[in-house]
């Protein structure tokens, strides 16, 4: 959905908000980890979104947009509510020890999507969801779980693709630590 100059801006964010509120919303629990704090940043996302509609160029498709503005939102939220310490501006993009060591952790013995749908996997995905950063956190989510492009969730973050592709790498890495002893019992005979 883009802007059109014959829709007017609260009902093209209405209809928007229709559209995508409940992916804008688990963005933001994601994010956040606490619904309140999740409901709040889309709440004041929306409200942002309508009071500066006429920044939005329609350059981007809105929900890319709106995305971008929750992102901010859940940050800033997270921030004033003390519960994570603020996001380093920019960090070193070499791989360290850390993703070496990472990298050699095993493999899923079964495929995904035969293993992805327990509850107990699910438990323990969103559990190692909590432990990522919020920057990982917000690039997972966005490129795994909502199936953005890695262009799209670069204008979102506003960074750079090949950022956001670090991010991902590492952020794959570290839920397969935290994930591996629950799928080493995965393993079939």
């Known amino acids: 959905m883009t802007r059109t100059s014959a829709e ?3 009902a093209l964010l209405f209809r928007a908000l229709d ?34 509609f006429d920044a939005f160029r ?8 709106l995305h971008r503005i929750v992102y901010t939102k859940a940050i800033d939220l997270i921030r004033q509510r003390g519960k994570e310490s603020p996001l380093p501006e920019e960090e070193d993009m070499d791989f360290g020890p850390d993703d070496e060591r990472l990298a050699r952790t095993p493999a899923w013995a079964r495929p995904p999507d035969e293993i ?7 438990e323990a995905l969103e559990t190692a969801m909590k432990q990522l950063t919020p920057l990982q956190r917000a690039v997972f ?14 204008s979102v973050l506003g960074m750079e693709p090949g950022t956001v592709r670090v991010h991902l790498h590492r952020s794959r890495l570290r839920l397969r630590a935290l994930l591996s002893d629950h799928f080493k019992g995965a393993v079939r005979p």
Do not use: C
Not at 58 to 65: Q, V, Y
Not at 141 to 154: I, K, Q
């Open 116 to 122: 992805l749908w327990g509850r107990q996997t699910k």
């Open 58 to 65: 329609g350059e981007s498709n809105i929900a890319t947009w």
């Open 19 to 52: 559209e995508h509120g409940d992916r804008l919303y688990a963005f933001a629990l994601r994010m956040t980890r606490d619904p309140d704090l999740a409901a709040d940043a889309v709440q004041e996302a929306f409200a942002s979104a309508l009071h500066k």
């Open 8 to 10: 007017e801006p609260r």
């Open 141 to 154: 989510t966005l490129r795994e779980v909502d199936g953005m492009s890695t262009d799209e969730v670069a």
